[in-house]
């Protein structure tokens, strides 16, 4: 019997059912794939104890050493002068409560030191209570968080009290406040006319110096 010729086998093709046949990869490119991994495991830990450390450290890279900044408008400074329009200077006062002082304009004296005019202070008291201050000039001592005011000094407590005298000095990390010339008073109470104050434990306790002279309003019924 003769056997059926079998037929030649087809050669292998480069695609299986339209698929293409991936190369194996080369030597090369496996040594190069395996220094990549490599670097990863060594690299990943770094960074991540970078951001780490980055996260945990930064408030005290944005936080400066006396607790006071200075805010000023872009383009507001005078060179020449060394004046500066709308300063804002913000800090914590020994208790963490804020406090803002704003003038109209501040004239650098030295490092420290800063003339103001139309200083305003706003000052947040214990309990949430806030102290707004106001006069034509005044004197600002960065360092120190001391505030110096004269002209139509203006200090008024959310309560609706507000004490009005020629020149006061305020310390801003202690939230004590003084003056020793004639006081006016006037809130809920009534009105006292005073020869000077003092006002310590952020507001808490008031103290005037005499003569006083003291009229009450009359109880509400």
């Known amino acids: 019997m003769t056997m059926p010729a079998r037929r030649p086998v087809a050669p292998r093709t480069d695609r299986i059912l339209g698929t293409s046949l991936r190369r194996p990869p080369s030597s090369g490119a496996i040594a190069r794939r395996r220094w990549m991994v490599g670097l990863g495991k060594r690299a990943l830990p770094v960074l991540a104890l970078g951001l780490l450390l980055l996260v945990a450290l930064w408030p005290e890279f944005m936080q400066p050493s006396d607790q006071t900044r200075l805010v000023y408008r872009r383009g507001a400074i005078s060179t020449e002068s060394g004046l500066v329009v709308a300063p804002r200077y913000r800090g914590d006062d020994d208790s963490r409560q804020p406090y803002t002082v704003t003038a109209a304009s501040a004239l650098q004296r030295d490092p420290e030191r800063f003339d103001l005019t139309a200083p305003v202070g706003d000052i947040t008291l214990n309990g949430g209570a806030w102290l707004f201050v106001q006069a034509r000039q005044g004197t600002y001592a960065k360092k120190l968080a001391q505030l110096d005011l ?65 009229v009450l309003n009359a109880a509400r019924r």
């Open 150 to 214: 004269s002209g139509e000094v203006t200090l008024y407590r959310d309560d609706g009290t507000m004490l009005i005298t020629d020149a006061a000095t305020l310390d801003l990390k202690e939230g004590v406040a003084a003056s020793a010339h004639i006081t006016r008073a006037e809130g809920p109470f009534g009105t006292l006319d005073a020869q000077g104050f003092t006002i310590t434990e952020r507001g808490q306790v008031a103290q005037f110096t005499g003569p006083v002279r003291l």
